[in-house]
C-alpha cells in the first residue's frame, strides 16, 4: 500500500523559506507521477507543482513559478518542494499526492494516493 508522509511545515516571515518533504512507501515509483497541492481556509484544493518521477519532468503552477522548485532524490524516495520568497498568500495546508502514471496532471481528482497534509504558515 502507497503511503506518503509530509514534512517540513510551519511559521516562517514573508520572504522567507520553506522545504517540504514527501517521503513515499509501499511501492516502487518509477511509473509514478507525485504533485504537491494546497488548501487554505474556505478555498479549494489548488495545484501547486509536480514531477514525472521518472526523467524528472516538472510543471508548476503560475503563481509559483520561479519562486518554488520540485525535486525528488530516487535513493530516499522521496520527492522536496523548495519554497522561496514565500508570501502570505502561500499560507495553507500542503498535500503530496501520487499518480500511478508517468503522465502529469493538474487535477487533484486524477492523483491516487494523498498524504495527510502539513501546514505552511507565512506571516506578514
Known amino acids: 500500500q502507497v503511503q506518503l508522509l509530509e514534512s517540513g511545515g510551519g511559521l516562517v516571515q514573508a520572504g522567507g523559506s520553506l522545504r517540504l518533504a514527501c517521503k513515499a512507501s509501499?511501492?516502487?515509483?518509477?511509473?509514478?507521477?507525485i504533485g504537491w497541492f494546497r488548501q487554505a481556509p474556505g478555498k479549494e484544493r489548488e495545484f501547486v507543482a509536480t514531477?514525472?518521477?521518472?526523467?524528472?519532468?516538472?510543471y508548476y503552477a503560475e503563481s509559483v513559478k520561479g519562486r518554488f522548485t520540485i525535486s525528488r532524490d530516487n535513493a530516499k524516495n522521496t520527492v522536496y518542494l523548495q519554497m522561496n520568497s514565500l508570501k502570505p498568500e502561500d499560507t495553507a495546508v500542503y498535500y503530496c499526492a501520487a499518480r500511478d502514471s508517468r503522465v502529469i496532471v493538474t487535477t487533484a481528482s486524477l492523483y491516487d494516493y494523498w498524504g495527510q497534509g502539513i501546514q505552511v504558515t507565512v506571516s506578514s
Open positions: 514531477i514525472r518521477w521518472s526523467g524528472g519532468s516538472t
Open positions: 509501499g511501492r516502487t515509483f518509477s511509473s509514478y507521477a
